[in-house]
């Protein structure tokens, strides 16, 4: 009997990567048993190719409406989940903001150098699976400033204001000051803006840190840390929340670090211990 399914995924059966072959057929295969099961119209299917349009259209170098998509369907956290070695710290999604020209600090930097915000005394070590110090391990780090904003989503801000890049020491130990970071929206110019108001869906993301980790021969990890605390934590747009990455952001009372950094006014600590996987 004729199978337009079966047919279909039999067409990327000679594909030279033998990965392709299969990845193509089962998308085929789901594809078409969303189609199947939604009863989708002509009408509906043409308005979903229009949407894919109007996101090509509006994406750039600096903007990709189609990674904006992948996030707020919670497809770019399925690919975290499912990827994640045994053992390892979570990993969450990169985001559109990340530079790989950061600064290189060094260890122990203020990140602050006055501008508002409450002070963050941010501490904690690489280890890998087994809890053995990753030696010099890179920390590669950004958030947003006290107005929400991204140095890239504000003339105001130093193009490398509250970003850095941190060489662990010897015990795998890294530590900065920095600032709460804040809630803000994914952008909501674009379609996926669109189908998110039609969804009546919010746009908010709760606050977090971004932090790429990486030290040769190991996995590198793409993560984010969230206070327990900010808004949004249980309902992130991007589904970027998981568990074993929200920590408490706590009064510190280290008279030591407060001296380091001049602090007088009260200040908050956050730690964190990343876990990497050997490459095999
Ligand atoms: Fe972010």
């Not at 229009?50 to 903007?63: C, G, M, P, V």
């Not at 950061?102 to 690489?126: C, E, F, I, Y």
């Amino acid at each position: 009997m004729y199978s337009v399914t079966e047919d279909a995924m039999n067409s990327f059966s000679k594909a030279i990567d033998p990965r392709l072959a299969h990845v193509m057929a089962l998308m085929v295969k789901h594809l078409h048993a969303f189609v199947s099961e939604s009863k989708i119209t002509k009408e509906e299917w043409m308005m979903g190719l229009e949407f894919l349009t109007a996101s090509a259209t509006i994406t750039t170098e600096e903007r990709n409406e189609f990674s904006l998509m992948s996030d707020i369907m919670g497809i770019s956290s399925m690919v975290d989940v499912v990827s994640q070695p045994p053992g390892t710290s979570p990993s969450s999604v990169l985001g559109p903001f990340h530079n790989h020209d950061s600064s290189t600090h060094p260890n122990g930097a203020d990140l602050v150098k006055g501008q508002d915000g409450k002070k963050t005394w941010v501490h904690g070590r690489v280890l890998d699976i087994h809890g053995k110090p990753i030696a010099h391990a890179q920390i590669d780090f950004w958030q947003n400033a006290n107005n929400g904003l991204y140095p890239a989503q504000d003339p105001e801000q130093d193009p490398q204001n509250l970003r850095c890049k941190i060489e662990c020491d010897e015990q795998g130990q890294f530590d900065f000051l920095t600032i709460r970071p804040l809630p803000y929206t994914v952008p909501t110019d674009g379609p996926v803006g669109a189908l998110l108001r039609a969804a009546n869906r919010h746009w908010w993301r709760p606050a977090h840190f971004h932090f790429i980790v990486s030290a040769p021969g190991y996995l590198g990890l793409v993560t984010e840390i969230f206070p327990s605390d900010t808004p949004y934590i249980d309902n992130d747009t991007v589904f970027g929340v998981r568990p074993g990455l929200v920590i408490d952001f706590k009064p510190c009372q280290n008279k030591q670090v407060a001296n380091k950094y001049k602090l007088k006014e009260d200040f908050e600590e956050a730690t964190f211990e990343f876990k990497l996987a050997q490459i095999k």
